[in-house]
């Protein structure tokens, strides 16, 4: 699927995303005097568990819909944004590589580096995108996993683990 892309934000959910450097281009305008990045990488360990990739999955009209509506309620909390880049990679992701890429542009950078926290903490809350964390050989089986977030002091998603011996979800 192409990506939303107009003149203030650039969204995408997909197997192919746009790099950092990609994402900043977009951002760039010359009324801006800060672009604040946030950008989430696939790390080799969990819990003692050496973790050989993640795996994402997604329904890409829905992610890229909601995703767009944090940007604009970003946009409106933080009204001096002038450009926004949100984009999450579906599929596997290996150690090292980014994950999720996040952008914002203003003239001052208080309120690019709050609309960033914002969207990272609001996408994991909300954005319907699915991460299974792949092992190594004896450190367990692959866990799908969801998000632990919190905004505004409520729990928005819950991690479940399923026991894989009854199939039954642990909450």
Known sequence: MESI???KYLIKVSENIPSLEECTSFVSDPSCGAISTFTGITRNNFQGKQVL???YEGYVPMAEKELRKICVEANEKFPSIVKIAAVHI???CP???ASVILCASSPHRREAMHCVEFLID???ARVPIWKREVYQDGDGESVWKENI???QGKQQRVMVKADTSTHEYNL
Do not use: H, R
Request: glycine share 6%; net charge negative.
């Open 5 to 7: 892309m107009d003149d």
């Open 53 to 55: 990739k993640l795996s």
């Open 90 to 92: 579906l599929g596997d």
């Open 95 to 97: 150690v090292e590589a």
């Open 122 to 124: 609001e996408l994991k």
């Open 149 to 151: 977030e919190c905004c």
